[in-house]
């Protein structure tokens, strides 16, 4: 079984499809899970305290918007987990954690820069599509150890 | 540890969220349970949660796919009924992506040979063009 990060990371159909092909979906629910439901929450209501921001000072520089930061503290340590990437390109709709665009910029810079085997898809809009998505990953992560 | 899990259904599925919202409740597990228009919420221990959504997939493993949630059901951080109203933020992306989830089921129940998408035709380079009409003029 084999850790695999998805772009865009909040995606249903992606974690779901890695998840249901015996592997682990690195997601950002996950992270959020951890802030929101700590039993010691030192800033309600959402547990994001200024140690976040500087999490992130590990992925980008201290000039860089405390938003990219606050975002990269919790998709960062997703990246260092990684051992494989399924990105889907230019979805159209990134919304949440995953609205920004200079942090998406910078997560898929920092994938591919990793070293780690990337997918790199386009959601489908036709059925034939949808049969090359479903089975370009499922090759993919049938080729993982 | 207690996580929560979206169990979301394919409009083209014939499992409704209230068939899975029934089938949780008629279960051995100790979970708790939130009906949505598009699917269920699941809440409990995780290797509770973990166990019932592989009950509940296997109900139509092609139509229902499983997302993981940060937040608790009912919540009042992200709770509509909190909040004064309104999509929580999570929502959008889970509707945009149920668009395409009839195309996906569809691709996963097919079990025949995928044919590769044929690639489009490329648009004529300008430079082509000027060396046809050179062709034809002279």
Known sequence: MSKVIVYPPTSMILSDLVERMGHKALVVPERVRELVTANDVQSPPLNVTPEEPKKGLRYAAVDVPSGVRGRMALIGPLIEEAEAAIIVEDPGWLTGCAGCSRTNELVRLLIRTKGIPVLDLNYPTDDAQAKVFVQKIKLFLEGLK | ?138
Do not use: Q, W
């Open chain 2, 1 to 138: 540890m207690k996580v929560t899990k979206y169990v979301i259904t394919s409009s083209e599925s014939d499992i409704l969220p209230s068939d899975i919202a029934m089938k949780i409740y008629g279960s051995k597990y100790d979970v708790s349970v939130k009906e949505t228009c598009f699917g269920v919420m699941v809440s409990g221990e995780e290797e509770v949660v973990n166990a019932l959504v592989k009950d509940i997939r296997a109900l139509d493993p092609a139509g229902i796919f499983i997302k993981d949630r940060g937040f608790p059901p009912g919540d009042p951080r992200r709770c509509r009924g909190h909040r004064g109203g309104g999509a929580r933020p999570g929502f959008y992306m889970i509707e945009s992506e149920s668009k395409m989830l009839p195309m996906i089921s569809r691709a996963l129940a097919s079990s025949g040979e995928v044919l590769p998408i044929p690639e489009k035709k490329k648009p004529l380079l300008p430079s082509r063009l000027e060396e046809i009409i050179k062709e034809d003029l002279s």
